[in-house]
């Protein structure tokens, strides 16, 4: 028996290693080590042999059958590996190019944001940087140190969102040219851009909405220096357009203004304009001298320096560029509203 046994080994080694299918391979396994294979066969007769040589003969066959096992899992890998290479060798070239089965969607800026990363980059583009201010503020930087009165409208709790008194929502960025000039020494040239908060909600007001501050002090800083500068500003928003200074009233400044840029719809005539209310002008922001009180709150010498401030509303620019009649729809989150701005 022990020759036969070695004469199964070599017989099976020999012809499941030249195995040239796997069905071949297959019809091996199932002669050596199927149920009513050779070697299975074998064991079962075990049982008939005496008890000595059973133990003897049981281990070595054992040995047949893990060697036969071996040598079947070896070729099937083989045999595997040559489907594989032959299926890569005939398979029409792998198009890296084509488009992917599934599309992602890419997000874009929100109208908002673009205007005022435009409106950023023109103003760094002469010279002007940006500062931040918290939006929870303290009622001293956003009133009291502007020199607003105790008595101003702006204070009332029906305007202005309080926390706790003195901590409010900060209603307009004014606050960060406090805190930026008691920061740092003049000369001075920043933009302020960030959110603000109002108790309003109609539709040319939200609760919560953009503005964009701008100072500048220096040594003889005039309102001429103001007025180049929002000129600079319009013509790279809207494209050169004439600007009237309106005379106004804020507390942080003296003299003050409203700025108007003449109307892009009529450019002017006002005749039967929806978008001037036919006044051929378009507010678009604040501005004026910083108040010299506001400089003695910072601890500038009004006698020394002078500068100029102008605050703007960034969803009012927004809605004279693209012509949005709505302020709420910026914030309505309607993706067929905001693709339409996307790039
Ligand atoms: N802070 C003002 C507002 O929210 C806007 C403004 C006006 C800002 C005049 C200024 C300014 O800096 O000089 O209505």
């Not at 290479?85 to 005939?90: H, T």
């Not at 600079?232 to 400044?253: C, D, H, I, N, Q």
């Not at 020394?304 to 989150?333: C, P, Q, T, W």
């Amino acid at each position: 028996m022990n020759e036969n046994l070695d004469h199964i080994l070599s017989e099976a080694k020999n012809h499941v290693s030249s195995a040239p299918t796997k069905e071949e391979l297959e019809r091996l396994r199932v002669h050596y080590v199927g149920k009513k294979g050779v070697i299975t066969s074998l064991l079962h007769q075990l049982k008939d042999l005496p008890a000595e040589k059973r133990k003897e003969m049981g281990a070595r066959l054992n040995d047949v059958k893990v060697n036969v096992e071996k040598v079947l899992k070896l070729r099937q890998s083989e045999l595997s590996r040559k489907d594989l290479e032959e299926q890569l060798a005939n398979a029409p070239a792998l198009d890296l190019t084509l488009p992917g089965q599934y599309s992602t969607s890419t997000g874009s800026l929100h109208p908002i944001t673009r205007v005022m990363e435009e409106f950023i980059q023109i103003m760094k583009r002469i010279g002007f940087s940006v500062a931040t201010g918290p939006e929870v503020e303290l009622d001293y930087y956003n009133f009291e140190a502007l020199n607003t009165p105790e008595h101003h409208p702006a204070r009332d709790m029906q305007d202005t969102f309080y926390i706790e008194p003195p901590i409010l929502l900060r209603s307009h960025t004014s606050p960060v040219q406090i805190r930026a000039m008691k920061n740092k020494k003049p000369p001075l040239q920043l933009i302020a851009p960030g959110k603000v908060y109002r108790a309003d909600y109609d539709m040319t007001h939200v609760p919560m909405f953009h503005q964009i501050e701008g100072l500048m002090v220096d040594e003889h800083i005039s309102f001429a220096d103001l007025k180049g500068v929002l000129h600079y500003l319009v013509k790279g928003l809207f494209g050169a357009r004439p600007l009237r200074f309106r005379p106004s009233y804020f507390p942080f400044t003296e003299p003050s203004a409203e700025v108007d840029m003449q109307c892009i719809s009529c450019r002017g005539s006002g005749r039967d304009c929806r978008v001037c209310k036919s006044t051929g002008w378009l507010e678009i922001g604040g501005c004026g001298m910083v108040h010299p009180n506001v400089f003695r709150h910072v601890g500038y010498d009004p006698d020394k320096v002078s500068g100029f401030a102008f605050g703007m509303g960034m969803e009012r620019i927004a809605m004279l560029k693209y012509g949005i009649d709505d302020i709420r729809s910026f914030f309505e989150n309607d993706l067929r509203m905001l693709e339409q701005f996307s790039c």
